[in-house]
């Protein structure tokens, strides 16, 4: 939820101040019909004290202060540091008559920003006309931004088990996750996790095996014990998510799910993804906040996966995982299919080729001396073509080039994971990333 806040100063253009807020209204009202709006032109200190009561409490995650005429910082500070909230600043063009300068409204935004910035308060900003689809685009990516910043305050994250030795991107610190995004982390035992597996009702697998069986085209050729084996740990893991309202997961795969339940569970986390739940393997909790990012911004289910091969010549990346995307990223023209995991000969995987379409890739990484949080940002086109490997893969083409990536990954020794998503969230995670104080990875 968003507000607009009209600010203005009596010595300017008034009527032209009023008229330009009341376009700039009915252009968010469009787009936010939930739009929380302060009515009137706040012109000093009184009237913004009013507005802060009005906004205090209410369930907001972005300020859009509209600048109709020129006034100094102090009341954008004043609101700023009222309300702890991310600012959109906006200040639209004002026509050169060679006669009074009515509205000075961006020399007012400079004002603000340079206040902001001094206080390392989040904001970012747009100078455009009050019905401009240009206006209307970086409010609705502020907002995006915002939400997202929003919705990790107080998140709870599970993981089940630890990350394997030497998977050291998979770490994470409780305390940096904690400081900086408002997350928590809850542990679990991975073998209390197969004990509660154990007790999950006979029915409740059985309808998830019918649930199953009517998306994969060979369910039936596996092993049904074996199948029956990853579905109850996937039905325990949904009990624990309702019981402790986790918004994630991360679990500790092998190899103990190889040799204490006969199984793999690579389809528990694509289901579980599919739901919009982030659900990881290795233990990657990192990876988990990763998709939590995505889907704050407007993605729907996300993948994690390894990028396994590098092409120059066909300028492509090749991004893969044992077999734990979402259905819903399947390749349209080919019917998905479980699979048995390559190393260990165990079901069950989904397996299919990833879909055509923009792509938007992320990781909050700890990548580097520091061990400070970054994120990496990348964008480009999931290209038509067949299964890569066995599991789930799809051929991705980066827009910054396949060379310049590869280049990227290696040279800041990024993680082995990346978080990707269908659709282009790129201008809104570079916002997530300005107001939540994150140096950015362009990948």
Known sequence: MLAFVPLARTTFDMQLA???AALARQT????????????ALITDADSMARAIAQLRGAPLSLLVVFQATFADSSAVIMLAEALRLPLVLWAIPEAATGGRLRLNALCGINLAAFALKRRRLPYTFCYAPPD?????RTVRNAASAA??????RGAQIGVVGEHPTGFEPCAYDVDQLSAQFGIGVQPYDLDQAFVAADGVPAERVSARYAEVAAKLSNLAELNADQVRGTLSFHEAIRDQ?????LRGVAVRCWPETFLKRD?????????LCDSGIPATCEADVNGVVSGLILQGVGAAATFGADMVAADAERNTLTFWHCGLAPLSMCDPTFAPRGALHSNRQRPLLMEFPLKAGRVTIARLTQAGESGAYRLVIGTGEMLSAPMQFSGTSGVFQPDSGAANALEVILREGLDHHFTLAYGDYREA?????????????AL
């Open 18 to 20: 009023e008229s330009q």
């Open 28 to 39: 968010l009202r469009t787009t936010f019909p939930d739009l929380l709006e302060i009515e």
């Open 132 to 136: 401009s689809a240009e206006a209307l």
């Open 147 to 152: 939400a997202a910043l929003r919705a990790l």
């Open 241 to 245: 998510i309702a019981a402790d309202d």
């Open 263 to 271: 199984c793999a569970i690579c389809a528990s986390s694509s289901l």
């Open 429 to 441: 995670l570079l916002l997530f990333a300005d107001f939540a104080k994150l140096p950015v990875i």
